[in-house]
């Protein structure tokens, strides 16, 4: 038996959170992923990235990567970690993409 989760508007966006549209999500994540050699602190990310993005933005969006286990956040600052998995690389390789 299925139930049904409801969830509230206030549950879902809090008062005040500027959330990223998912091309600002993506343009964060591609930086990250080819500056992925040396940590970054926030303030380096915020201005090499190659459009402006609000720090509390740019939070959300790391806090979201964090969780996906895309990156590590340490005392020297933050870190691309995410490798692809083999066995998708693999499956992709011959495919044809339509």
């Known amino acids: 038996m299925s139930q049904k989760i409801k969830i509230t508007r206030e549950e879902f966006i809090e008062e005040g959170k500027r ?9 964060v994540e591609n930086f990250l992923r080819i500056h992925r050699d040396l ?7 915020k201005k090499k990235i190659p459009r402006k993005v609000m720090h509390q933005t740019l939070i959300i969006i790391l806090e979201y990567l964090w969780k996906s286990g895309k990156i590590i956040y340490g005392p020297r600052g933050i870190q691309w ?13 011959d495919s044809l993409e339509i």
């Open 81 to 93: 970690i995410y490798s692809e998995p083999e066995h998708l690389r693999v499956m992709f390789k």
């Open 19 to 27: 959330y990223p549209n998912l091309s600002t999500v993506l343009m």
């Open 39 to 45: 940590p970054m602190k926030i303030s380096e990310i």
